[in-house]
């Protein structure tokens, strides 16, 4: 790789230089706009989602109207709302189809499961209400039932504009989310504050139950409002303006005057039901004017967000195309002028070398205006032409000559010498040491080959005179006198230690016989231990599987315990919540107690009253009798109910206390099961380094085996090499008895 990289041309290395940044800077661009892209894509789902929260509170508004319609006609028993409820049907059919119509369009599944669950759950009951519509119009429903089927409806929807906050990942844009949302639970309480009064107005009374709903209705939007002005405290301006108009002081009036009954049942309204109906939907309409405004701001704010998105977009796009081109044209830019330089100075140094090769006559200057390693590279070649046009001719015959010479001399001919003159006085003094060079080398090499012509008849007792010599050749001549006694003295070493080698050869053979019979038995004994650590790693790694299974199971029980924690404590909330409800029906018996305590009060009087008027009172005195019979049996009633009731809550209590200790239980035992997976854990590792470990053994014992393998197998060979060696030993110890040196 780095090779291929150093053979690039000084162009192509620009080039590779330039486009490693120049595609980081398109990645980080493409990257940066894929994030904005991602934003602003996510902003248009977020402003669809409030677009169809839109819809939803639209058919909000007219399914709350005619839930409210609905019931002043079945209070008033059809003498009521007949014309209103048949016009306020046509509006939320409409709204049905463009709620359908929009989500045509947009598929809600792509975004939110649940999303989609709570939508097919509002529009299948949706699909109901043409079934809910006869019975109501024909007085076939009671007006509690009717008015459930409506807020039921609409809490679906509600609850789907509630998830919807989960779309957007602006904090501000899921807090307007939230205040609208807030908003719109207030005015479906209003809602059905329209519903319930309306029926209670047309019937004259409040109907079993509906009291203790109206005022729960009453509490419960003040909590809305309060939630609303926290996370929309933006929208508060605006919503207290528009709440300060008189129908809301009208409509308290009205509130007041039902809340003053304190659900008596033989409490009168004289409150017109129609009268009602027009004055709090003349609010809900005020609340819709809110809601319509919230919807709008955050729509406002979405597109600003788009809009901010967008020009991101087009200002990363503009400056990521800026950016790349200018990259690409001072690449260019500089390669293509950098090329030019090299050209420039390749030309004239092919021109200087043709000049030097005598292929031109005549060489021009190198013109590059240009600082750096080429400007200087090109004034040198220019100095160089000025320096050799005068002397060149002269060096060139006698350095032509002085390679002829050389030449002659490396074919091993040194009776020729350079004669020429040279005008340069290095090359002059060059000719002068080459011919005394030859001198010299030519009576070396004269006593050289008579001394080497004695060496090849095996005569080592000549020697060559050194006197005169100096340098490589005195040292060539001592290396072949030091060669003469060097190979006397390996003649008279070979001649020992061949002697010394038959003797070692002798006793080497011994050894290497006992060497082979030990290795073939080491080998066969690490073969056997190889297999029992082999089966003993393999009953290590079923235990390391089987402890990897129990930590499993113990996980899987940690979490069936913090499930049975969480329904333990599910439990709890459920008891506390009879308790309150159980609460309510003590209070309620208390005032059912009452009523037949009073009631007995005036039969009573009714009695005395009746005697006091003589035959004119008997009948009355029968019914007083009556009427202070039913209070005695409402009274029985109320006594049982209550009893009924204490026991129902002192078992609630108990049932409080078993799921309090089932959660100490469940407490106690996670912590026991997070013990049990520690030491788990603990003995997991420790089997794992013990499988490890015994691996290694294995690993090492197969190595060993292995090699025991190889040194039976070099004994063997080696063997073999003792008995080679012996013979080459004679051999050795004949030879040099033969060679005339001195010491023999």
């Known amino acids: 790789m780095f090779t291929f990289l150093k053979r690039l041309s000084i162009a192509n290395k620009i080039k590779l230089l330039t486009i490693i940044p120049l595609i980081f800077i398109i990645v980080l661009s493409l990257d940066i706009f894929y994030?904005?892209?991602?934003?602003?894509?996510?902003?248009?789902?977020?402003?669809?989602?409030?677009?169809?929260?839109?819809?939803?509170?639209?058919?909000?508004?007219?399914?709350?109207?005619?839930?409210?319609?609905?019931?002043?006609?079945?209070?008033?028993?059809?003498?009521?709302?007949?014309?209103?409820?048949?016009?306020?049907?046509?509006?939320?059919?409409?709204?049905?189809?463009?709620?359908?119509?929009?989500?045509?369009?947009?598929?809600?599944?792509?975004?939110?499961?649940?999303?989609?669950?709570?939508?097919?759950?509002?529009?299948?009951?949706?699909?109901?209400i043409n079934n809910i519509r006869p019975k109501i119009d024909s007085l076939e429903i009671e007006g509690k039932k009717a008015i459930s089927y409506y807020t039921s409806m609409n809490s679906d929807l509600l609850d789907f504009i509630a998830i919807t906050s989960s779309f957007a990942h602006n904090p501000d844009i899921i807090t307007d989310?939230?205040?609208?949302?807030?908003?719109?639970?207030?005015?479906?309480?209003?809602?059905?504050e329209r519903a319930i009064g309306s029926s209670t107005f047309a019937r004259k009374s409040f109907a079993p139950g509906m009291f203790v709903r109206f005022s729960t209705l009453v509490k419960e939007q003040e909590l809305f409002l309060n939630g609303f002005n926290v996370y929309g405290p933006k929208y508060i301006d605006f919503s207290e303006k528009k709440m300060n108009s008189q129908v809301f002081n009208d409509v308290q009036e009205m509130r007041e005057v039902l809340l003053s009954s304190d659900g008596k049942e033989d409490v009168q309204f004289n409150i017109d039901s129609g009268h009602w109906f027009k004055t709090i939907t003349n609010k809900i309409n005020v609340l819709k004017e809110i809601d319509d405004y919230i919807s709008n701001e955050i729509i406002k704010e979405i597109n600003t967000l788009i809009s901010e998105e967008e020009s991101r977009m087009y200002s990363l796009s503009s400056l990521m195309i800026l950016i790349i081109s200018l990259?690409?044209?001072?690449?260019?830019?500089?390669?293509?002028?950098?090329?030019?330089?090299?050209?420039?100075?390749?030309?004239?140094?092919?021109?200087?070398?043709?000049?030097?090769?005598?292929?031109?006559?005549?060489?021009?200057?190198?013109?590059?205006?240009?600082?750096?390693?080429?400007?200087?590279?090109?004034?040198?070649?220019?100095?160089?032409?000025?320096?050799?046009?005068?002397?060149?001719?002269?060096?060139?015959?006698?350095?032509?000559?002085?390679?002829?010479?050389?030449?002659?001399?490396?074919?091993?001919?040194?009776?020729?010498?350079?004669?020429?003159?040279a005008a340069n006085p290095q090359v002059r003094i060059l000719a002068k040491n080459i011919n005394r060079m030859l001198d010299t080398q030519q009576r070396v090499i004269d006593d050289i080959l008579k001394v080497l012509n004695e060496y090849t008849n095996y005569n080592y007792l000549s020697v060559i005179d050194t006197n005169g010599l100096e340098g490589e050749s005195k040292q060539m001549v001592e290396g072949i006198n030091g060669l003469g006694q060097a190979i006397t003295n390996m003649l008279i070493e070979n001649k020992n230690n061949g002697e010394t080698l038959q003797d070692g050869s002798n006793q080497l053979l011994k050894n290497v016989d006992e060497l082979n019979t030990a290795s073939n038995d080491a080998a066969a004994r690490l073969e056997e231990t190889a297999a029992a650590v082999e089966e003993i790693t393999g009953n290590i790694s079923s235990s390391t599987q089987n402890i990897a299974k129990m930590a499993k199971n113990a996980n899987e029980l940690t979490v069936s315990a913090n499930e049975g924690e969480q329904l333990a404590n599910k439990t709890v909330s459920s008891m506390d919540d009879?308790?309150?409800?159980?609460?309510?029906?003590?209070?309620?018996?208390?005032?059912?107690?009452?009523?037949?305590?009073?009631?007995?009060?005036?039969?009573?009087?009714?009695?005395?009253?009746?005697?006091?008027?003589?035959?004119?009172?008997?009948?009355?005195?029968?019914?007083?009798?009556?009427?202070?019979?039913?209070?005695?049996?409402?009274?029985?009633?109320?006594?049982?109910?209550?009893?009924?009731?204490?026991?129902?809550?002192?078992?609630?209590?108990?049932?409080?206390?078993?799921?309090?200790?089932?959660?100490?239980?469940?407490?106690?035992?996670?912590?026991?099961?997070?013990?049990?997976?520690?030491?788990?854990s603990e003995v997991e590792n420790a089997s794992i380094e013990q499988k490890s470990g015994i691996e290694q053994i294995s690993d090492a014992i197969n190595s060993l085996d292995k090699q025991t393998q190889i040194n039976a197998n070099i004994a063997s060979a080696t063997n073999d090499i003792a008995v080679d060696t012996s013979n080459l030993a004679q051999n050795v110890v004949d030879s040099t008895s033969t060679k005339e040196f001195r010491g023999k």
């Open 327 to 421: 990259t690409i044209f001072f690449i260019v830019f500089f390669i293509k002028n950098i090329n030019s330089f090299i050209y420039t100075i390749t030309d004239g140094i092919e021109q200087f070398m043709k000049y030097l090769n005598k292929e031109i006559n005549e060489i021009e200057y190198i013109e590059l205006d240009t600082k750096g390693p080429l400007g200087d590279l090109a004034k040198m070649v220019n100095q160089n032409i000025d320096t050799i046009n005068g002397s060149l001719e002269k060096d060139l015959l006698c350095v032509g000559e002085a390679t002829i010479t050389l030449d002659k001399m490396e074919k091993g001919y040194y009776g020729c010498r350079v004669n020429s003159v």
């Open 578 to 680: 009879i308790n309150v409800q159980v609460s309510a029906i003590s209070e309620a018996i208390s005032v059912i107690d009452q009523i037949a305590f009073q009631t007995n009060i005036l039969s009573l009087n009714a009695a005395v009253e009746a005697a006091t008027a003589g035959e004119a009172g008997k009948g009355f005195a029968v019914v007083a009798a009556e009427v202070r019979n039913l209070a005695s049996r409402s009274a029985d009633a109320a006594n049982e109910i209550k009893a009924l009731v204490e026991n129902a809550n002192s078992k609630s209590n108990q049932g409080k206390e078993i799921a309090s200790l089932m959660i100490n239980g469940y407490n106690n035992l996670n912590e026991n099961i997070n013990s049990t997976l520690a030491l788990i």
């Open 177 to 192: 989310i939230n205040a609208y949302y807030n908003f719109l639970m207030l005015k479906e309480r209003a809602g059905i």
């Open 35 to 128: 994030i904005s892209y991602s934003k602003k894509t996510q902003l248009d789902t977020v402003k669809q989602i409030v677009l169809l929260n839109s819809k939803v509170s639209l058919l909000l508004h007219e399914t709350q109207k005619e839930r409210g319609a609905s019931a002043g006609y079945l209070g008033s028993k059809g003498l009521k709302f007949k014309d209103t409820l048949s016009k306020q049907r046509v509006l939320t059919d409409n709204r049905i189809k463009e709620l359908n119509s929009f989500l045509n369009a947009f598929s809600i599944d792509e975004h939110s499961v649940e999303g989609k669950k709570l939508m097919d759950k509002a529009l299948k009951d949706l699909s109901v």
